[in-house]
Each structure stands twice: as structure tokens, then as C-alpha cells.
């Protein structure tokens, strides 16, 4: 998409061979000539023979270019030009004159005409400069279009993001979703890998059948296999009736393998096999099973590195690697914070039936200097928690989680409050600690006074002493 909000205007330009033109002009045998020589071209043309007239024609009718005499009686052609580019900013303007001195024509390039015309004029060159003006000017207005489109598509399937790494991967997942391609996912945790996934089968034509997610890291070897292939009655002890494996569940959609970074090499090696052929057999059956299914996988754990580990088999890495996306963390893409936190805003607000919320600026500012090591899992629920502790329109400073209000207990204390000494600052110290404390453990403060070892009557002495204000339990 960047690259085709780049492209030079000439490149688009096709041939112009129509265009609905206005002339302005007060001589009667110019303005015949030239709508014989216009119309034989293919264009539609409109006259007025002074400023005025033609200005009311430029409010009522939209036009592809103008010829606009210089040397108009009354008010000049210079001097319309200002509250013609007010009237219609885009529009092409040829100015045409007997008495083209270098002052005109640098007066009139300044205010806005696009080339200039010396009668008599050469009829190719005047209809070359036309076509190309339109031409330009139409390629301009895609250029606008395309750049409008981009910007609509700052979300992608409620995936939100402006950053130039989150845009291409909009593109590109557009483009990869149709095939049946498999796709490898890697990015930290919480950056939205499964959202991508999710993404992939909406955008393909499988949408209308399952998208099977399988935490492939979780869950122990001889039970994902029986998950994934199935199994026949009597295939293991437990297996009681025969049970169809989440490679026939997904036949016809995308399988989600997610966190394969773990998966044991037992369970490689199976996987690889699948992959290759799109061929398996039930635990404990005899006969292969088909099945047409896309796979997405995802990893929060370097592959390439566990491989030269030798802890990923190389032969499946290369079988998932067949195109990979790469999800930034979101530290590396600060771009998308404002517009992920009023995603989120939006979505918590209406979750809990509150008119819409916003953040503070100062809040901003603390987001925006945050690292994120939770990513965007960490900024939703950050924002969730705002949202439904604030009690205002404004998300302020104090209604976020502790380790984005920094705990720098500094003495810059001291330079902030020239008055303030060592004991003031001491003291507020210690309440920005049990405040923090408390707020991470959900407001339960015994839990706080065992985190500080100190008895809970003694954490209840500071709170009071420190005019904390304790907050209701949010939830567990
Ligand atoms: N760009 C985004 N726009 C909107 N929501 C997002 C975006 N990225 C992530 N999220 C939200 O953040 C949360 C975490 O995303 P997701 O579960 O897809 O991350 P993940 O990479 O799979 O994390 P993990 O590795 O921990 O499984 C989800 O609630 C998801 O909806
Ligand atoms: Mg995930």
C-alpha cells in the first residue's frame, strides 16, 4: 500500500481523452476557436466571457480544468485566482494570455495556474498541455483516494495499527490469507499473534469453515496426539469410543497450531509428517485419512534459534516457514499506542454500558515512556482496568497499574518541592510504595503486609498516617 501512495503521478497517468473543461475568457473569437478545437478532441466545454459569470459557473458545475484568460476586463485573471483555488483547490489552471511577461507568469504559477498559454497558441501543444494537466491532476486525486484508503485501514479485522511494520503486515496478510499457504506467526508475548491467525482464515476462502486453535505447547505429547489425529475405540486404555482428531475437525479450514516453539520432539517429528502430505492415521486405526487443511502456526520463542539448539527439528521449521510474519513488540512500534489506547477506550466503555472515556495527558505520556514487556495483552488490560475504575470522563494518572506510574523513588522530591525535606520525601516515598503495593495486590492488604513482612495492624497505621486511600477490590 506505501508503495502505491508513492508512486510518482506520472507513472498512473493515463491518456486523457475527455474532461469537461470551463473557459473564461472575453474575447468571442478565442473563446469559438477554442471549443471547436476542444470539442473535436472529445471535451466538454463551458464559456463565460468574465470573473464573475465564470466564478457562479464554478460553484454550480464541477470541472476537470480551466482556461483562464489573464487580461479579463475589470477584475484580472490574477486576481480571480485566489477565490478560484477556494472554490475548487484541485482544479487545473491553463492561463492564457497575448501578454505573457516573466512577472505574469511567475505571479500566476505562485497563485496557483498550472502552465501558461501564449496566443496565438500551437494546437497540439495547448491539447498536450491539457491532457497532461487533467491527467496529472486526476492521478493526484487517486493518489489522495489511495492515501485515504490507507489510512481506513489503520484497522484490519479489529486489528489496530499505524506503525509502517503493522501496515505492511495489513498488506500482507491480505495477500497471503487467500492461498492455502502455511503460515508461521512469531512475536513476543501478547503481541496479537492470534489475532493474526484469526485474521488469516476471515480473509480466505475457508472463512466459512472451522478455525480449530490447538495450544500445541501446552498440553502433554500422547494427549496432543490423540487430539490431533484421533484415535479408534480401544486405541489406549481410556479410549472407550473411537474420536476424530482436530486435523478432520479443521478439514476444509486452518488448523492454529499455537505455541509450537515448545512442542516436544516426539510430537515434531508426527507434526512433520502431517505436513508433508496432508495424510494421517488414527491412533490404533489402519487407514490414512485426507484431509485439506491450512496451517497457521505461531511461536513466541525464537525457532531459528531453538533449531541451532537442537531443540526445534530443522526439517518442520523449514515445513512452517514457508511465509513468515513477524509481529513487533510494541515498544519498537510506540506509534500505535494512542491509537490501540482508543481502541480499547472504546471497547471497554461500551463493554460496561459507560459513555466514552479518555485519557488524560498525562496518562498519555506515561504510556508512551512505558516498555510494555506484556505488549499489547499489557496495554488492554491496562486500559480495561481505567476504564472501569475511572469514575470521570478522564483516565487519570493514578487509575493505571503501578509499573507504568514508574517507581523511581528519586530525591528529585527534593528539587520539585523546594521546601520539602528529607522526611517529606522519605514519606512520600513510602507511600508511593504501599499505594503501588496495594494496588497490585487487588487492594488486599494482608496480602500487601506480608509482601512488606510487616504485621497488617502496622501496614494499617501507615495507611492511615499516610492518608492512603484504599480502593474497593476491583476483582480476582
Ligand atoms: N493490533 C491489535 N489491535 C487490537 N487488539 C490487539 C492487537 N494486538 C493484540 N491485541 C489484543 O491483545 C490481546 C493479546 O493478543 P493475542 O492473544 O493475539 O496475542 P499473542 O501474540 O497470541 O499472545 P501470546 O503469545 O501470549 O499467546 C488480545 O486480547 C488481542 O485482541
Ligand atoms: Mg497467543
Redesign the pocket.
Known amino acids: 500500500m506505501s508503495e502505491t501512495a508513492t508512486l510518482s503521478v506520472d507513472e498512473v497517468t493515463p491518456r486523457v481523452t475527455s474532461g469537461n473543461i470551463l473557459i473564461i475568457d472575453d474575447e468571442a473569437g478565442i473563446r469559438d476557436s477554442l471549443e471547436t478545437l476542444l470539442t473535436l478532441e472529445g471535451f466538454t466545454v463551458e464559456m463565460a466571457p468574465e470573473g464573475r459569470s465564470g466564478l457562479d459557473m464554478l460553484t454550480r458545475h464541477a470541472y476537470d480544468l480551466l482556461l483562464l484568460d489573464l487580461a479579463l476586463p475589470g477584475e484580472s485573471g490574477i486576481d480571480l485566482l485566489p477565490r478560484i483555488k477556494s472554490l475548487s483547490p484541485d482544479l487545473p489552471i491553463i492561463m492564457i494570455t497575448a501578454y505573457g511577461t516573466v512577472g505574469n507568469v511567475v505571479d500566476a504559477i505562485h497563485a496557483g495556474a498550472a502552465n501558461f498559454v501564449q496566443k496565438p497558441w500551437d494546437n497540439e501543444k495547448l491539447l498536450a498541455d491539457i491532457r497532461a494537466a487533467i491527467g496529472r491532476s486526476q492521478a493526484e486525486q487517486e493518489v489522495v483516494h489511495l492515501k485515504r484508503a490507507l489510512k481506513r485501514r489503520y484497522s484490519f479485522d479489529?486489528?489496530?495499527?499505524k506503525s509502517d511494520a503493522?501496515l505492511r503486515l495489513f498488506d500482507l496478510v491480505s495477500q497471503v490469507a487467500p492461498s492455502r499457504s502455511t503460515v508461521l506467526i512469531q512475536?513476543?508475548?501478547?503481541?496479537?499473534?492470534?489475532?493474526?491467525a484469526k485474521a488469516i482464515h476471515a480473509n480466505s476462502p475457508r472463512r466459512d469453515k472451522a478455525f480449530i486453535p490447538v495450544n500445541t505447547g501446552a498440553v502433554p505429547s500422547d494427549l496432543l496426539e490423540s487430539t490431533l489425529f484421533g484415535h479408534e475405540r480401544g486405541a489406549f486404555t481410556s479410549a472407550v469410543a473411537a474420536k476424530k482428531g482436530l486435523f478432520e475437525v479443521a478439514d476444509g479450514g486452518t488448523l492454529f497450531l499455537?505455541?509450537i516453539g515448545t512442542m516436544g520432539m516426539d510430537m515434531q517429528a508426527k507434526i512433520l509428517r502431517v505436513l508433508q502430505d496432508r495424510r494421517f492415521m488414527h491412533l490404533g486405526g489402519n487407514s490414512e485419512i485426507q484431509v485439506d487443511v491450512r496451517i497457521v502456526a505461531?511461536t513466541?520463542v525464537n525457532l531459528q534459534q531453538a533449531v541451532k539448539e537442537g531443540r526445534f527439528r530443522e526439517d518442520l521449521f523449514y515445513r512452517l516457514n514457508v511465509i513468515s510474519l513477524d509481529?513487533p513488540p510494541l515498544r519498537n512500534r510506540k506509534q500505535?499506542i494512542p491509537l490501540?489506547a482508543a481502541?480499547f477506550l472504546k471497547v471497554y466503555a461500551e463493554e460496561n454500558g459507560f459513555s466514552p472515556r479518555l485519557l488524560a495527558a498525562e496518562t498519555l505520556r506515561l504510556m508512551m515512556d512505558y516498555e510494555w514487556p506484556g505488549?499489547?495483552?499489557e496495554l488492554?488490560n491496562a486500559i480495561e482496568r481505567g476504564v472501569v475504575l475511572s469514575t470521570g470522563e478522564a483516565i487519570t494518572p493514578d487509575l493505571l497499574p503501578g509499573q507504568l506510574r514508574g517507581n523511581t523513588y528519586s530525591t528529585d522530591l527534593l528539587e520539585q518541592k523546594p521546601d520539602a525535606s528529607l522526611f517529606d520525601v522519605m514519606e512520600e516515598i513510602e507511600r508511593r510504595i504501599i499505594a503501588d503495593r496495594l494496588e497490585r495486590c487487588n487492594w488486599n492488604q494482608t496480602e500487601a503486609a506480608e509482601y512488606f513482612r510487616i504485621p497488617l495492624s502496622t501496614l494499617n497505621q501507615k495507611i492511615k498516617r499516610l492518608t492512603i486511600e484504599v480502593k474497593k477490590r476491583v476483582r480476582e
Open positions: 479489529n486489528i489496530v495499527g503493522m512475536g513476543e508475548s501478547g503481541t496479537g499473534k492470534e489475532l493474526i499455537d505455541e505461531a513466541n509481529l500505535d490501540l481502541h505488549n499489547v495483552r488492554e
